[in-house]
Every structure is written in C-alpha cells, then in structure tokens.
C-alpha cells in the first residue's frame, strides 16, 4: 500500500550530537527524503554511521538541532513516544538481520504489526500482504512455516526486508544490508529492495561502505572525520 504523500518523510537541519565523554561532535547540517527517495551514509569505520542511524531512529537524541519524520518532531518527544512512531513509522533492516531464531519466517516477518496499530491498519489483508512480500523478494512459500534458522544468509537478508516493509512505513533504514553478500546476490538483493521501496513509496536511507551501492540511491552523503569530530556532507 504505497504512502501517497507528497511531504518530506525525513526532514534534518542543523543536527548535533556529542559523543558522551569524548567530546567529539556529529554533525549534519541537511538531509531530507521525499516519498520514495534513496540516500547512503558513507564513511570510514568509526566516523559515525551508525550513530547517526540511531538518531534518525530516535534511539539517541541530539543535543541540538531538528529531527522531522512525516512531519513529527523527533527531539520533542518522549523516550516511548519516539518508539511508537518507530514502530509505526519505520521499518529497519540491520545489519546482523535481528530476526527472531524461535519463530518461523512468517511469524518474524509479521512481528512489527503487534506492536503497531496504525500500522497494523494499513495491511488489509495481512496474509496475503506476506505472501505478496515473499514473491517479491523471492522467497518460496514453502518455507513460511519454516524456522528461520533454516534458511541462507541471503533468504534471511530478504525476511528482514520483508519484515520492515510490511504495511508501507514512511522510512527504511538499512544498515550495511549488504555486508554478507557476493556480489551478484548483492546487486539482486539491491534491486529487490529498492524495487519494493519505491513501490511501497517508503523512503530509503542506508549505511555503506560498498562503493557499488552508489549507484542504488539518488543521494550519497559523506561522513568526513576532522579533528573535532564527523562532518556528514552531500557528494
């Protein structure tokens, strides 16, 4: 079910953060994402990446700045507040997958609908949803009922993406979707993904070290590590 908005999904200006007890500042003067747009966060190992991810989550809060998803200000809501918008209002594909080793396939994947009504609301049918998902990304029905455990890397890789696209969230957030894949299953999982995203009108921002991507985005940003911290510019 696609988005159907014509607003920013994710709106940033001006963020800052400070590393507690480092000193070190993050910080990103500009990003924003329109339905369906696909951005990369790139950088050297330990510039910020992930960090910056965790922010844009809500997880963390910056020590200034703005933070907008679907038109809510992140920074000024509360700590549960930030994670039912999460739940509602993002779908993320880590980088280690975080799917759930005692359920089946069918069961990670419609997890997030448990803990989001409003998400919940927008799948009609939420078993024909999955199994259009599982098409999608090329996944046999056969091994819904499976456990998890029992498929490939890569059939894993893609019950995630299946996990945090199911009822079409504003946002995807994919850190290093990528890091466990040859690179032929790379580009396939790639276009998958993208393809799903921009059906879904969800927007795309995903963390990279594989220069390869760039051609999956419409936007690249640079994490530059300077003396007193991380600069994240547009390139």
Same mark, same amino acid.
Request: a negative charge; hydrophobic letters at 40%; proline letters at 6%.
């Given at each position: 079910?696609?988005?159907?908005?014509?607003?920013?999904?994710?709106?940033?200006?001006?963020?800052?953060?400070?590393?507690?007890?480092?000193?070190?500042?993050?910080?990103?003067?500009?990003?924003?994402?329109?339905?369906?747009?696909? +951005?990369?966060?790139?950088?050297?190992?330990?510039?910020?990446?992930?960090?910056?991810?965790?922010?844009?989550?809500?997880?963390?809060?910056?020590?200034?700045? *703005?933070?907008?998803?679907?038109? *809510?200000?992140?920074?000024?809501?509360?700590?549960?507040? =930030? @994670?039912?918008?999460?739940?509602?209002?993002?779908?993320?594909?880590?980088?280690?997958?975080?799917?759930?080793?005692?359920?089946?396939?069918? @069961?990670?994947?419609?997890?997030?609908?448990?803990?989001?009504?409003?998400? =919940?609301?927008?799948?009609?049918?939420?078993?024909?949803?999955?199994?259009?998902?599982?098409?999608?990304?090329?996944?046999?029905?056969?091994?819904?009922?499976?456990?998890?455990?029992?498929?490939?890397?890569?059939?894993?890789?893609?019950? +995630?993406?299946? =996990?945090?696209?199911?009822?079409?969230?504003?946002?995807?957030?994919? @850190?290093? #979707?990528?890091?466990?894949? @040859? #690179?032929?299953?790379?580009?396939?999982?790639?276009?998958?993904?993208?393809?799903?995203?921009?059906? +879904?009108?969800?927007?795309?921002?995903?963390?990279?070290?594989?220069?390869?991507? +760039?051609?999956?985005?419409? *936007?690249?940003?640079?994490?530059?590590?300077?003396?007193?911290?991380?600069?994240?510019?547009?390139?």
């Amino acid at each position: 079910m696609p988005v159907g908005n014509t607003m920013n999904q994710l709106a940033i200006h001006d963020l800052h953060y400070r590393w507690p007890g480092t000193g070190r500042l993050l910080h990103l003067p500009e990003l924003t994402l329109g339905a369906g747009e696909r +951005a990369m966060l790139k950088g050297v190992s330990g510039s910020g990446k992930s960090t910056l991810l965790n922010l844009v989550a809500g997880v963390l809060q910056p020590d200034s700045g *703005t933070l907008e998803l679907t038109g *809510t200000e992140l920074t000024s809501l509360s700590a549960g507040k =930030r @994670d039912r918008l999460r739940a509602e209002a993002m779908g993320i594909v880590f980088q280690q997958f975080n799917l759930l080793p005692y359920l089946s396939v069918h @069961d990670n994947i419609v997890l997030p609908l448990q803990f989001a009504p409003k998400r =919940r609301k927008r799948v009609a049918d939420a078993e024909q949803e999955v199994r259009r998902l599982m098409d999608a990304m090329e996944l046999p029905e056969s091994v819904l009922a499976r456990p998890v455990t029992e498929l490939s890397v890569g059939q894993q890789q893609r019950v +995630a993406v299946a =996990r945090a696209l199911l009822g079409a969230p504003a946002l995807i957030l994919a @850190d290093e #979707p990528t890091s466990a894949l @040859d #690179p032929e299953s790379r580009d396939r999982f790639m276009a998958l993904l993208t393809e799903q995203c921009r059906a +879904a009108g969800s927007s795309l921002l995903l963390v990279s070290h594989d220069p390869a991507l +760039a051609e999956c985005v419409d *936007t690249q940003y640079q994490l530059q590590v300077h003396q007193g911290g991380t600069e994240v510019v547009p390139c």
